[in-house]
């Protein structure tokens, strides 16, 4: 007879890092890790058929030990201590499926789990100090929407340059949810960027001669469409210096200086004395998430104030569901570090009764979430054509910053956890002539 030895289980040390980490990790999961994990030392683990995604640092595990979660994650992921080598969206999608499938969104991380996940990166030699905050990651001081610091916030987000903005933005530079009106391949996003302009336009009763102010202009699409399209004399405001420029460029290339003015200035500063009821219509398209929550009532009052008794408010706004927007108004941790610090979304209903509670009326609410995922779609390919340029211009960091930001944008409102919506809405006080049957 032959003698026989039976080889002892393996040790921590010679199963890999990665066997490790998933060991470590797959409490907070409740089964298996939904990926393919591959560490800094080439081991690997997890589901041999799912998306591959590489820790290519130990830093990449110390940033998620400091800050559990989204935002540690993202971190890593930005910085390129996290590499997944398959299409974003669909490793993303398929990772959030998994959890779904578990009921683990939103669940606390177990005291007894963190502990033992604390003492494998302890054997692994990964406790520490945290590492630096990426360069990308916002640092905006001041207090809370005060004047100076949502301007830092502005600044921090829409002056990475004009040409930036316009290698993933199309020709418009509209900067918001497009309105898709044909699903034939020669129809482009600047066609459904149009249309989307086209039916502010009309919901806001435009026609020539008309004054409209234009609440947050951004790079002048709205302001430029209703001048040169509806006839309409045209007040932008903004409080990015770059944008202005970019506008005040196209308004001379274009001979509409006599129909639109574009002023440098906070929305608070709309409407004085002199001006209360100085337009006819007024819209402000994707701004209202970025004054904050204690600053909505005035912005209402801004938009109330200029416009003139039975005229027309046209808001487009993203909505976030939850009470008050839930536990992450602003979009989540990472959206909230390193693309609009400071911004805050509220469920739709909300936000119609803030509209009515600053005395306009409502008149419709016109849900355009599918809208956003084409346009967001589209943006991705625009940015994916890109890339070179766009490192050159914001280096190889905020690229990845962008990508995650389109990627996980276009998912949000997929999933139904983001939404965008028109909002119009009358000032009492005079008859006001929105059509009793709609014909947008």
Known sequence: MTATTTRPPASDAELGVAHRLAAAVEPFLAGEIPVRLRAWDGSESGPADAPLVELTTPDAVRRMLWRPGELGAAQAYVTGEIEVHEDLAEALTHAFGVLRERGLEGQRLSPLALAGAVRTAAGLGLLGTPPPPPASQAKVTGRLHSPLRDSRAISFHYDLSNEFYSLILDETMAYSSAYWTSDDPSYSLADAQRDKLSLVCRKVGLEPGMTFLDVGCGWGSLSLHAAEHFGAQVTGITISAEQK???DARVAERDLADRVEIRLQDYREVAPEHELGAWDAVASIEMGEHVGERNYPTYVDVLRRAVKPGGRVLVQQMSRPGKGGGRHPGGGPFIESFIAPDMHMRPVGETVALLEAGGLEVRDVHALRE???????AWIERFEAHVPRLA????????????????????????????VDQLLAVRPGAAHDVPAVRGW
């Open 245 to 247: 420029a970019f506008i």
């Open 371 to 377: 809208h956003y995922v084409r346009t967001v779609a």
């Open 392 to 419: 050159a211009l914001v280096g190889e960091e905020v690229v990845r910053v962008w990508r995650l930001y389109l990627v996980g944008g276009m998912l949000t409102f997929r999933d139904g956890r983001m939404g």
